[in-house]
């Protein structure tokens, strides 16, 4: 049964039926299924029934669910998509084209940053001509860092050579993403396709929806995959795929792909045509409400369009010719349609979650403007940025921007361009609204009160260091550098293990958070739990960031500039799979050998984005895209041994260490102060629990990351100038266990030890006993 998914009455009779609308049932329609769901869960929803050969993925908040429930539904067997897990979206990018060069179907989601990320790959898709599916979610680009939804990111979009659907609600979003697959196959296109919805806003939000019961039917709608012209997969017939090219052999190229554009305007209403038949709903280039005899339009994207319609109702009730437009496809740009539409409009207020800075309006607005000069329209066009870092939108909003239309109509001096809902405040530069300072009612920490706690020297006949460390109950008396207060969960084991490191830093110190829980939970603007200097960049690429203030500060130091006595350390902490998308620029830091220490908090996932894998998930265990079903038992490869990577580098120093070998910690950090001052970086993994996502007791952390030990499956050990030195071994001690003993602990891993799961378990203890064996013999064999 196809539904009307509107949930407002309907509108007067000069409201026009370009909506995605059903008409009365139709009973030879293909049988749909009547739910709520969520904008993501209907992106899954319609690549699972399309069942695309292939999804190259990373997480990112909010699109990250996409990749979650397509996992859910491959346990289950519900698709046969192949879902490769990237190590960065631009490393995501990369596998989708890579994939799809092969001739097969593609699909990805991203958002925000992470669509920026793989952004120079995009142009590379679509001017090689490889069609694929990737739905942006859209949120706010940092920074500051913003996870809420806006249209800074689809507006770094308009100029890729992709068609861009948008989609204002969940029902929009699975027709959305059938549609797109039809048009970017389409001989007169066969380019990559965008649908782009609102963060949060549609992305999560729960609405009526319809969906086809069968995927029989959409795979009928979508067709059968067409023969490509161009396959890197057929060693008989070789290609060329993207090789240099001069002119005039590029302007021609980039023509060809210009006209392909076009053509998808007019492919799209034919999809659209072909997609109202079988599924009932109707969707056109443009959305329009109430615009028959308006007088006073509204122009603006996706949700905040619905939301709007309250206000021209209120608007009609009072008189007012009122009514929006808001296009179901920005690219390419419906110019003769938007002539069309507002053909008797008297002024048109363009609202926009987006702003070009600088150029006197946000992109539409100037695309409207040029489509209207073109037809010589005496409409007058106004801006108004709204919305940014998702700022609520309500029909109070929208009413107000129909204040500022009909200002200008009643002649009043009204501002062409503005901002709507801000408070300007103060701007003096970096020290702006974009910057917290610490609001703790604690004094700044003096470097004298945070040193002459632990003391290290050389050893005098050249043999390393020797290190003097405390009690721990002396300890105590050192402040902490990071107050109470943050935000993190019940248990979590960031903060009780990056401050046992950092109990062993003396004097001052500047760290560096990479995009992570420890990040999002100490910062939320106005406030900051940090009481030292404190930096965040993004997510990949902490180290680079850190090199140049390193470097910074030894030039300033050698130019006489800056007056310390002693040396900043230099620390940046980083968790939450940041050494999967950061590996790189960790690598090359680590080869520069900066004096700075790479500290990094080992979750086992991406906990902050929703308990994705990362590279550094062990073997088997669950997480929200290595599901636990019949048809998949946890993640299929082992972890990342990033400890070994480093060290690898010929960095001086490497360690591991955890909070439940406290005095091991404390004493690493200490060396690693005294490398990362004298020497250069230095690179350390602390294990820490996770009791959320890793489905254990909030008070058990402490035990869970020692059994880790214990076991073996997290050995400390240090390699110092190139020599590996075992710190604690479980056997020696007489403390070792089973690996069983330790997964036992936590729920994400009890799946293991059932009968079902023998396999992968003794694969699982079988790798753990190989790198224990190796680690060994690196530390019997000083060479190795």
Not at 437 to 448: D, I, N, R, S, W
Request: contains cysteine; charged residues 20%; proline residues 6%.
């Amino acid at each position: 049964m196809s539904m009307n998914v509107v949930e407002r009455p309907s509108a007067s009779e000069d409201t026009a039926p370009n909506r995605a609308t059903s008409p009365t049932q139709n009973t030879e329609l293909p049988q749909q299924m009547e739910e709520f769901h969520s904008g993501n869960e209907m992106a899954a929803r319609a690549a699972a029934q399309i069942d695309y050969h292939l999804m190259g993925y990373f997480p990112i908040t909010p699109s990250t669910e996409v990749a979650e429930y397509l996992d859910e539904m491959r346990v289950k067997g519900e698709h046969n998509i192949t879902m490769v897990p990237a190590d960065g979206e631009h490393g995501a990018a990369g596998i989708c084209f890579g994939a799809s060069t092969g001739g097969g179907r593609v699909f990805n989601a991203t958002s925000s940053q992470g669509f920026l990320y793989m952004l120079e790959n995009l142009p590379v898709q679509s001017g090689t001509r490889f069609p694929m599916v990737l739905n942006l979610v859209t949120r706010a680009v940092s920074g500051p860092l913003d996870i809420k939804g806006d249209h800074s990111d689809l507006y770094y979009g308009l100029n890729i050579g992709w068609p861009i659907l948008l989609a204002r609600d969940p029902q929009a979003v699975y027709d959305m993403n059938l549609m797109a697959l039809r048009l970017a196959e389409h001989s007169d296109v066969r380019l990559p396709v965008m649908v782009a919805y609102d963060g949060f806003f549609t992305s999560h939000a729960k609405r009526r929806v319809n969906f086809f019961r069968d995927r029989e039917t959409v795979q009928g709608f979508v067709g059968p995959m067409p023969t490509p012209p161009v396959t890197a997969l057929d060693p008989r017939h070789p290609v060329t795929i993207g090789p240099y090219m001069n002119d005039p052999d590029q302007m021609n190229n980039k023509y060809q792909q210009s006209q392909a554009m076009y053509n998808a305007a007019a492919v799209f209403e034919q999809v659209a045509a072909a997609y109202e038949k079988v599924s009932g709903r109707r969707y056109e280039a443009l959305d329009l409400y109430r615009m028959d005899d308006a007088d006073v339009v509204l122009f603006v994207l996706n949700s905040a369009a619905d939301t709007a319609r309250d206000a021209v109702d209120e608007l009609r009730d009072q008189g007012i010719k009122a009514g929006i437009v808001s296009p179901n496809i920005i690219r390419p740009f419906p110019a003769a349609a938007i002539q069309a539409a507002l053909a008797n409009a008297t002024v048109v207020l363009v609202a926009e979650r987006a702003d070009s800075y600088g150029g006197h309006g946000p992109n539409l607005t100037h695309e409207v403007k040029a489509a209207l000069q073109d037809v010589h329209s005496r409409a007058h066009v106004m801006s108004r940025v709204f919305g940014l870092g998702g700022k609520e939108f309500y029909p109070q909003d929208a009413l107000h921007l129909f204040d500022h239309a009909l200002a200008w109509l009643r002649g009043e001096m009204v501002a062409d361009f503005d901002y709507y809902g801000v408070d300007p405040g103060a701007d003096s530069g970096a020290d702006s609204a974009a910057n917290a300072v610490f609001a703790g009612g604690l004094p700044a920490l003096t470097k004298e009160e945070m040193s002459g706690f632990v003391s290290v020297t050389p050893s005098p006949d050249g043999g390393g260091l020797q290190v003097k460390v405390p009690n721990l109950r002396a300890l105590t008396a050192k402040p902490r550098r990071i107050a109470p207060g943050h935000g993190a969960c019940p248990g979590c084991g960031i903060f009780p293990g990056v401050e046992t490191f950092l109990k062993g830093i003396e004097g001052d110190v500047v760290v560096l958070y990479q995009t992570g829980c420890g990040m999002v939970t100490t910062t939320g603007y106005p406030y900051t739990s940090h009481r030292v200097t404190y930096l965040h960049n993004l997510f990949q690429n902490g180290a680079a960031t850190l090199s140049g203030l390193v470097e910074m500060f030894w030039e300033k130091k050698r130019r006489g500039e800056i007056e310390i006595g002693d040396d900043i350390t230099f620390v940046m902490v980083t968790g939450d799979g940041g050494m999967d998308i950061g590996m790189g620029p960790a690598i090359g830091a680590a080869l520069r050998n900066h004096k700075m220490i790479i500290l990094e908090y080992d979750n086992e996932g991406y906990m902050n984005t929703g308990a994705q894998l990362s590279y550094s998930t062990p073997e088997g265990h669950m997480t929200s895209t290595s599901g636990v079903g019949p048809k998949g038992a946890g993640k299929t490869f082992p972890h990342k041994d990033t400890a070994q990577i480093m060290a690898a580098t010929n960095i001086p120093y490497v360690f591991t260490g955890t909070e439940a070998f406290a005095q091991d910690l404390i004493k690493k950090a200490a060396k690693a102060q005294y490398y990362a001052t004298h020497e250069g970086l230095v690179y350390g993994k602390i294990l820490i629990a996770c009791p959320l996502n890793w489905k254990s007791a909030d008070d058990q952390g402490n035990n869970i990351v020692g059994a880790a030990v214990k076991c073996n499956f997290f050995p400390l050990y240090e390699v110092e100038h190139g020599v590996t030195n075992i710190t604690y071994d479980p056997a020696a001690k007489n403390e070792r266990i089973p690996v069983t003993d330790w997964l036992q602990t936590m729920g994400k891993t009890r799946h293991m030890l059932k009968p079902e799961n023998a396999e992968t378990l003794a694969h699982f203890e079988g790798e753990v006993d190989r790198r224990w064996r190796r680690l060994r013999a690196k530390h019997e064999n000083p060479e190795l």
